[in-house]
C-alpha cells in the first residue's frame, strides 16, 4: 500500500509531465534531482566504462554512479566489479587517483585495507578490535555489474532485469554499431573530451535525438562546409530533414535513435562526404596504393562516423563513432565525456584519422550543444513561465507510426524520442524500488 508520501510524489509527476509538454521544474528542482539519482541512476543500468579502458588484470578507473564515487576494476582473474568508493570504517574515499593498476586500496586516513573485488583484507592494529570483529562483513559496497560486448553497465537495484532486456530494442542498433568495427571489437582507451556543461542532465538527453535543432543550433559547422562547394556530412539537415529517408524512432525503456544512414547509400558515400581531416589527402592515397580500390573504400568509409545517434537511458550516447556519456552532478551541472574509439584490426592511420574526427563535431558541434544547454538552464530560472514544449509531431494524424517491438517511428525533427523517454522517467521517479549496495554490513 502506498504511503500518503508516495501517493503525493506520483501525483506529483503526474502534474509535471503531460502528453506534450513537461514543468520546467523537472529541470530545476534540487529536491527532484536528488530524487531521481536513487530512482533513476541508482535503480537502472548506467552505463560506467567500456572494458576496453581496463587492459589487464588489477586495472582499474574511478566515476560516478549516480554521484556516488565508484571504482571499477577488473581482478586478478579477469572479473569486473564495480565498488563503491567509501571506506566502511569512517566515509573517507580509498581510492583518489582517475585510474591506474592495484591489487588493493588502502584507505589514506586510518589505513583499512581492501582487495580490488572489495573485499577488506586488513586493519591495522586488529588487536584493538573485540573478537567478533569479522573482517568478512566489511566490504566495499558493491553495485550489482553487467557487460555487453565490452560495455559496463551498473546498478544498485537488488533484482534488475537482464542487461539484454534492458536494452531492448537498442541492442540489435548496438549490436550493428559494434560489429561495424572489424572483429566486432571496439577500443576506447585513448581519453576522452571532458566537457562541463551548465544544465540539468536531461537538456542534453532531448538533445541526443532532436533532429530539430542541427540546422540552427550547428549553423556555423554547416556553412564552413558548404564553403567547400560540396554536400557534407550533416548538410541534409540544414535543407528539408522531414523529406528525406531519415527518421526517428523511440525503441521503449527510455532509449531513442536518429538514423542517418538512409542518406549514404553506396560504398564510399561515407569517405566523400566527411569533411576535411589533416593527413586525409595522403592517408587515402597510401591506403588505396596498398589495399586496390573496393578494399580502400570499405577501409575508409570506416575511419568515418557511423551516422547513427543511439541514446541508451539514461546516460550512454552512441553518436557517429565516438562513446558519449554524461555524469550529472548537479541540478544544473553535468561532466559529459567523449570517447573516440579505434580497432585493433583496422591500419594505424586508420585509426589515427578515427582519432582525428575528434577534432570535427566533438570540437566544433558540442561547443554549440553545450552554449544552448546553459541558455536554456538559464531560461528555465524564470519562474513565470513554466512549461517547456515536446509538441513537434504531436496529434498530427498519421506523422508517425507504431512498430511492431513497441517502439515509434516519426519523421526526423520531431520530438517523439523525447516524449517517449521523459515518460519513462516519468514511470521510474513514481516507482517505490529501493536500491541496495551489495556486501555492506
Given amino acids: 500500500m502506498s504511503t500518503t508520501r508516495e501517493r503525493a510524489t506520483g501525483d506529483l509527476y503526474d502534474q509535471l509531465v503531460l502528453e506534450d509538454r513537461v514543468h520546467r521544474r523537472i529541470y530545476t528542482d534540487q529536491d527532484i534531482f536528488t530524487e531521481e539519482m536513487t530512482k533513476v541512476f541508482g535503480a537502472c543500468w548506467v552505463y560506467v566504462g567500456h572494458a576496453s579502458e581496463l587492459s589487464g588484470a588489477n586495472a582499474f578507473m574511478t566515476g560516478t554512479l549516480g554521484g556516488r564515487p565508484i571504482i571499477i576494476t577488473r581482478d586478478a582473474g579477469g572479473d569486473i566489479h564495480v565498488l563503491l568508493n567509501r571506506c566502511l570504517h569512517r566515509g573517507a574515499t580509498v581510492c583518489r587517483v582517475e585510474r591506474g593498476r592495484a591489487k588493493r586500496f588502502v584507505c589514506p586516513y586510518h589505513g583499512w585495507s581492501y582487495a580490488n573485488d572489495g573485499s577488506l583484507t586488513g586493519v591495522p592494529w586488529p588487536s584493538g578490535y573485540a573478537p567478533e570483529f569479522d573482517p568478512a562483513k566489511y566490504s566495499l559496497g558493491r553495485a550489482r555489474v553487467a557487460v555487453y560486448r565490452d560495455f559496463i553497465f551498473a546498478t544498485l537495484h537488488p533484482s534488475p532485469p537482464a542487461i539484454e532486456d534492458h536494452l531492448g530494442a537498442a541492442r540489435p542498433l548496438l549490436d550493428y554499431w559494434i560489429d561495424r568495427f572489424p572483429g566486432g571489437k571496439v577500443t576506447a582507451r585513448s581519453g576522452a573530451h571532458r566537457m562541463d556543461c551548465q544544465s540539468n542532465w536531461k537538456l542534453v538527453m532531448d538533445n541526443s535525438t532532436d533532429g530539430y535543432?542541427?540546422?540552427?543550433?550547428?549553423?556555423?559547422?554547416?556553412?564552413?562546409?558548404?564553403?567547400?562547394?560540396?554536400?557534407?556530412?550533416?548538410?541534409?539537415?540544414?535543407?528539408?530533414?522531414?523529406?528525406?529517408?531519415?527518421?526517428?524512432?523511440?525503441?521503449?525503456?527510455?532509449?531513442?535513435?536518429?538514423?542517418?544512414?538512409?542518406?549514404?547509400?553506396?560504398?564510399?558515400?561515407?569517405?566523400?562526404?566527411?569533411?576535411?581531416?589533416?593527413?586525409?589527402?595522403?592517408?587515402?592515397?597510401?591506403?588505396?596504393a596498398q589495399y586496390g580500390e573496393e578494399e580502400a573504400t570499405r577501409l575508409l568509409d570506416l575511419t568515418v562516423g557511423s551516422q547513427m545517434n543511439l541514446s541508451i537511458f539514461p546516460n550512454l550516447l552512441i553518436i557517429g563513432n565516438q562513446i558519449q556519456s554524461l555524469r550529472p552532478v548537479a541540478v544544473d551541472r553535468t561532466i559529459l565525456l567523449w570517447q573516440a574509439t579505434t580497432s585493433e584490426e583496422l591500419p594505424e592511420e586508420l585509426n589515427t584519422l578515427r582519432m582525428r574526427t575528434q577534432e570535427d563535431f566533438p570540437s566544433f558541434g558540442e561547443p554549440d550543444d553545450l552554449a544552448n544547454f546553459g541558455e536554456c538552464q538559464r531560461g528555465l530560472s524564470i519562474p513565470e513561465v513554466e512549461w517547456v514544449l515536446m509538441n513537434r509531431g504531436y496529434g498530427i494524424e498519421g506523422r508517425q507510426s507504431l512498430d511492431p517491438d513497441g517502439g515509434v517511428t516519426a519523421p526526423t525533427t520531431d520530438e517523439t524520442p523525447m516524449r517517449g523517454y521523459i515518460h519513462h522517467w516519468k514511470a521510474l521517479m513514481q516507482s517505490d524500488t529501493p536500491v541496495v549496495a551489495e556486501g555492506v554490513a
Fill in 213 to 288: 535543432h542541427p540546422a540552427f543550433s550547428h549553423r556555423a559547422l554547416l556553412q564552413m562546409a558548404q564553403r567547400l562547394g560540396e554536400t557534407k556530412d550533416m548538410a541534409y539537415f540544414a535543407e528539408s530533414p522531414d523529406d528525406g529517408d531519415m527518421y526517428c524512432r523511440y525503441l521503449g525503456n527510455g532509449h531513442s535513435f536518429i538514423d542517418q544512414r538512409p542518406n549514404y547509400r553506396k560504398p564510399g558515400d561515407y569517405w566523400a562526404t566527411q569533411r576535411p581531416t589533416p593527413g586525409r589527402e595522403a592517408i587515402e592515397a597510401r591506403i588505396r
